[in-house]
């Protein structure tokens, strides 16, 4: 009985005598325990992918396959890229580790729910037990997708699909191995357990949304990025700048509701948290450094490596804070295209890219949620070059705004969304296609209404 006398009261000397910061006080995991009557979540999770980056990497790859024991692998890609070094250097491993595979090379830029359809059919045709993506965040989606319903066979397909448009439910199984090859420095899809496409019965995008979709690895090559056309870097690049400003700008993860009653329910996209901001920060830092070099220059080895990395960073970040306005308006952005032909790339349908879809809204985003979180808006405006040493708090919007609107007009970034085919009889139906996409747009630092998003399609209509 001493011994138990003398623990409790050292016990409670400690107490006492402990930090009483958030982070290590007792006073707060006793609150903490309590989480099943609170309204907003009180823990954020980190998850990633396991990444390996290097110059030549991707010969690398046959031999991971090889560790994995995998004896029927499933590689997609897009047709293009089948004719381009990255998919040959990753086929080139293959062969020479004498591993047995499949080619599906349907994949479509800005994936549909059609077009996930055909590739989990084929991922269903054979006992595939490891996947292989070799793209971009088309591609990558793609796969992830094939591998989850390749496990859940006899799932509808809208059983994982996000709510309010799908049933959002969570993933239970083991999935089979999926190794990410990306060759554009953008989606940050090779860290993150999204995959996202084009719905087409409401002409937006929607996506799934869970952990158990990571790939096991992504292999970050930045030789595959020297193959990307001057618009398609660009286009990456504005999709990494939107997921470090969106992400580092979140409603904070302790705000958001509902508190999940099991951990299983904590939602990939959580809200903005001090891990996240860390990557989100940095990635913005690489971005103003070497994006422009980047796009101009398609042979600046250090510019388009640096973006790769950055894209990693971007999606680290945003893989568990989440994106907000200007990724949920530009899902219709891209699903009501009508007849837009985009600069630098090969396909044959209509098609606004999805960075150009996202960075589009920008400026009106961030002039709009600014008054919720000033010093983070003024901060990311300083990080891309701006002098804010004399600005006050109330125009930190118009400080980030206009410093976005600087650094697109160098890029030669179309003037607003009527530049890609849109007018003001549109914005009702845009307006329509945003309301869906709660998964992201809930996590806006400012509440909005369907007024407010009218004003924002609006206002995006010319950025110059």
Known sequence: MAGRDRIVHLLRQLERTACRCPAHSHTFHQGAAAAGDRKTDYAFEMASSNIRYGAGVSVEVGMDLQNLGAQNVCLMTDRTLTRLPPVQAV??????NRVRFQVFDDVRVEPSD?????????????????????????VIDTCKAANLYSCHPDADFLDFVNAPIGKGRPVTRTLK??????????????????????????KAKTGIASRALRPTLGIVDPLHTLSMPERVAANSGFDVLCHALESYTAL??????????NPINRPAYQGSN??????SRHALSVVSKYMKRAVRDSEDLEARSSMHLASVF????FGNAGVHLCHGMSYPIAGNVKTHTARGYSVEHPLVPHGLSVVLTAPAVFSFTAPMCPERHLEAAEILGADVRQVKRADAGAVLADTLRRFLFDLQVEDGLGAVGYHKDDIPALVKGTLPQERVTKLSPRAHTEE?????FETSMKLY
């Open 91 to 96: 086929l080139e491993s293959l062969v020479r």
């Open 114 to 138: 059609s077009s996930f359809k055909e590739a989990i059919s084929f991922a269903k045709k054979d006992s595939f037990d490891v996947f292989v993506a070799v793209g971009g965040g088309s």
């Open 177 to 202: 191995p999926l190794i990410a090859v990306p060759t554009t420095a953008g989606t940050g899809s090779e860290t993150t357990g999204v995959a996202i496409f084009d719905y087409e019965p409401l």
């Open 252 to 261: 904070p993860y302790s705000q958001r509701a509902p508190c999940p009653t």
């Open 274 to 279: 001090p891990i996240s901001d860390v990557w």
């Open 314 to 317: 971007a999606g680290i970040g």
């Open 452 to 456: 407010d998003l009218s004003r924002l």
